[in-house]
């Protein structure tokens, strides 16, 4: 029987992390610090997204789920390369006006995935949850808010995701502009603003001594938004 896309959490485990705002007023985000998430559609939900992005869309679905009951057991270093690879192959750069007329959106995963666009956000917030779906510990994964040197000199922003093998280390960087994974000292077209996951934000530069940003960036209300999202995209 098939189940549902959700988030499968050990409540015991289950963490809440205050931001304080700069306006003095905090923001409360939910941390999924749980044991996994889980990708489970629902016949029902691939029907729902056949029914708007047509048969490539469904078969992109299939395909994410084949890829992750595959790749468990893999080393971790496998498991990136296979994840930064699937989702730059099957998901093509799409601003978010163009795809969901609205200036700034942050997709789910499953949105991603089935629609076949997104923007580098919504890659990098992809490829984080499926490598957390594959048992990659969250703590070694962060979504790194970034100055790209390279793109459009009037707006450079960017994201990308981060993996960190100790927290003191040099994390690898997964990329949809450069599809190869390199250390972030490789990445000179990089500049790291502020880094993020379901257990924290940090300064970039104050990441691997753990402290915590006294301010949110008005965006993570994006990330919120999202998580409510997940699970009921396509009911």
Known sequence: MPMRYMLRL???????????????????????????????????????????????????????????????????????????????????????????????????????????????????????????????????LTITYVKAENVNPINRSHMVLTYYEKPSAIPLVLDNLNPEIKLASERKDLVPVYTFNGQGLWLAKERAAGKSMASSPSNIALWREMMARMGREFE
């Open 10 to 140: 050990n409540v015991l485990q289950m963490r809440w992390v205050v931001l304080v705002c700069l306006s003095g007023m905090s923001l409360l985000l939910s941390a999924v610090t749980g044991d996994s998430f889980t990708i489970s559609i629902s016949e029902h939900q691939l029907s729902v997204i056949e029914a708007k992005y047509k048969a490539p869309g469904r078969k992109r679905v299939n395909e994410w789920i084949q890829m992750v009951a595959s790749a468990q057991g893999r080393p971790v270093r496998e498991k990136l390369t296979l994840v930064n690879d699937f989702f730059n192959q099957n998901v093509l750069w799409v601003s978010d006006f163009d795809h969901y007329g609205v200036e700034d959106y942050w997709s789910t995963p499953l949105e991603t995935i089935a629609s076949g666009g997104g923007d580098c956000e919504d890659f990098s917030i992809a490829k984080y949850f499926t490598l957390i779906a594959l048992n990659v510990p969250m703590e070694k």
